[in-house]
C-alpha cells in the first residue's frame, strides 16, 4: 500500500469505491461543477458518530426536492457508507463527513436537466484536536444575502460564491467573518453559520423565512428554551445587534463559538458567566449524550 493510503487523513466515496480525498475526482461535464448545482449536508463526528445524521439527511432529501432532485437513497446505507469511511480516520480522531449529490453530467450542453443521473460524493476528513475556540470579531458585510424570491434558504447549495465574498471581505478588514443583511438591511447570518445575539436576558435570532435552519440552531434554542431563556425569532434591523452584551454563532462543525466584536464594538458581557458559555457547555454535554447513546 502506497504512502497516501497509509498517512493519508482524509478519505471519499465516489462512484462505489474508496479513494484518499487528493485522488477523488469528478468530470468536468458534473452541473456541481458547471453550475454549483448541488446540495450538500456537512456534521461532525464523535468517537466515530456521525451527530444528528437523521436531522442532516432529512435536510439533504428537502434541498433536493427543492431543487427537483431525486434523492433515493437508504439511510442505513448512508449511515454504514459513513462507518467505512470512519474506520479509516486514526484511532482517537473526530471528522468532518460532507455528504454531497451533484445534479449529474449535463447532457449534450443543454442547461436544462432532463435524464440527468446524480452523483453522490462523500468524505470523512479527520479534525485537528478538539480545543477551545476564541471568541470571533465580527463586521457587517457589504454583501447582501440572496432573498427567499432568488434561492430559498431552506436549499443548502454547493453555489458559495456570496458566502466566499463575504468572508473574503471581512478578513480583509481585519474580522474574521461577516454579518450578512437581506436586501432591506434585515440582520440574517454568517458566512456559513447562524447568528444569534443576547440583550437583557433574552435571546434573538433571524426568523428560518430568511436563513437556513441549522440543527445545531434547533438544537442551541431547545437548550436556551429548556433553560428557561427566551429565544425569540424575527426580522431584526442592522441596529438591535448595536446593543447586544452577548452573541454567538452557532453550526454543525464548529458548535457554539462566541463573538467577541461586531464592527469593533467589545461586546461587553463577561464571557465566563455569559449565557453563550453556559449554552456552550450544555451543547458539548449534548453531543457527548448523542455520540455515547448511539442518536444519529
Not at 240 to 256: C, D, H, K, N, P
Not at 260 to 273: N, P, V
Request: aromatic share 6%; net charge negative; proline share 3%.
Amino acid at each position: 500500500m502506497s504512502d497516501i493510503h497509509q498517512t493519508a487523513s482524509s478519505w471519499t466515496w465516489i462512484a462505489g469505491e474508496i479513494v484518499p480525498t487528493a485522488a477523488a475526482s469528478i468530470g468536468v461535464l458534473d452541473r456541481g461543477f458547471l453550475y454549483g448545482e448541488s446540495v450538500f449536508e456537512t456534521l461532525r463526528t464523535v468517537e466515530r458518530k456521525a451527530l444528528f445524521l437523521s436531522d442532516h439527511l432529512m435536510r439533504l432529501r428537502k434541498s433536493a426536492s427543492l431543487l427537483g432532485m431525486t434523492c433515493d437513497f437508504d439511510d442505513g446505507w448512508m449511515e454504514q457508507l459513513i462507518d467505512q469511511l470512519l474506520a479509516r480516520i486514526p484511532a482517537g480522531e473526530d471528522a468532518v463527513v460532507r455528504i454531497t449529490m451533484t445534479r449529474g453530467n449535463r447532457i449534450g450542453g443543454r442547461l436544462e436537466a432532463e435524464g440527468c443521473r446524480s452523483r453522490w460524493i462523500v468524505t470523512a476528513t479527520a479534525m485537528e484536536p478538539e480545543k477551545s475556540r476564541p471568541p470571533l470579531h465580527l463586521v457587517i458585510s457589504k454583501f447582501r444575502k440572496a432573498p427567499p424570491d432568488v434561492l430559498d434558504p431552506a436549499i443548502k447549495s454547493g453555489n458559495f460564491l456570496s458566502s466566499i465574498l463575504a468572508r473574503e471581505d471581512a478578513i480583509g478588514r481585519g474580522a474574521d467573518d461577516g454579518i450578512l443583511l437581506s436586501p432591506e438591511g434585515i440582520l440574517t447570518e454568517t458566512s456559513c453559520a447562524n447568528l444569534f445575539w443576547v440583550r437583557d436576558g433574552e435571546v434573538f435570532t433571524c426568523s428560518r423565512e430568511l436563513v437556513l435552519e441549522g440543527i445545531t440552531r434547533g438544537c442551541a434554542i431547545r437548550l436556551l428554551e429548556s433553560s428557561g431563556i427566551e429565544v425569540i425569532e424575527g426580522l431584526f434591523p442592522e441596529l438591535e445587534i448595536r446593543s447586544a452584551q452577548e452573541a454567538f454563532l452557532t453550526s454543525s462543525v464548529t458548535g457554539i463559538v462566541a463573538v467577541a466584536s461586531i464592527d469593533g464594538r467589545d461586546l461587553t458581557s463577561d464571557l465566563e458567566s455569559s449565557i453563550t458559555e453556559t449554552l456552550r457547555t450544555q451543547y458539548q454535554q449534548q453531543i457527548l449524550t448523542a455520540s455515547r447513546g448511539g442518536v444519529r
